[in-house]
């Protein structure tokens, strides 16, 4: 028994010691295309993520980590963006796995809380137009809320520089005023992040 205590605390502080030496790649993120140069690169400092539990996201994989951001694919529709300095989490949905922008289907944005779960986010969310919507769990259930504002609808997130996005998260969070829509999401989604079904 001693043994195995021994060889876990060596484990962990071996993978401690190799997520302090993530350097900055000096990779700047003008708009969220620029993703790509961060994985292009291929450099890992960390290779950790939490799952929390959820099965759904056991297929994650980092695909890129260094001081600033780790980038994470569940390998279809969705790569995860973590902002280390702002502590910023997102999640940036494809219309096909391919993370190819088209013109006609923006990708959508989510903004994420500590444990990958919707906050708020720039989605079609069943709607033909993109929102910006936001996401309350009470009691087992998920309650979803529009923006009304006028500045909130149709925006598209390929078109905004990285900058745009911190500024509209910001007035996200402090300025815009939101509905409780009439329909809502499945109870399932109470625990299983939204973005995981490649939700628009």
Partial sequence: ????????????????????????????????????????SKYICDYSFETFGKDRLDKCKVLFCDK?????????????????????????VCILPDFKIRKETPNSLYLLDDKLMPVYSVSMSGEKNYHVYKYEYTNGNIITKKAIDKESQNINIDK????????????IKQKFTFKKEKD????????VPLWTEGYR
């Fill in 184 to 191: 809502s999401f499945n109870n399932y989604f109470y625990d």
């Fill in 160 to 171: 905004l520089t990285y900058k745009e996005i911190l500024l509209l998260v910001s007035k």
């Fill in 1 to 40: 028994m001693k043994k195995i205590i021994i060889l876990f605390l060596l484990i962990n502080a071996y993978c401690n010691s190799q997520s302090k030496q993530c350097i900055d790649k000096g990779i700047k993120i003008e708009y969220l295309s620029d993703i790509d140069k961060l994985i292009k």
């Fill in 68 to 92: 600033n951001y780790k980038v994470i694919s569940d390998q279809y529709k969705t790569r995860i963006l973590i902002d280390k300095k702002l502590k910023l989490n997102f999640a940036i």
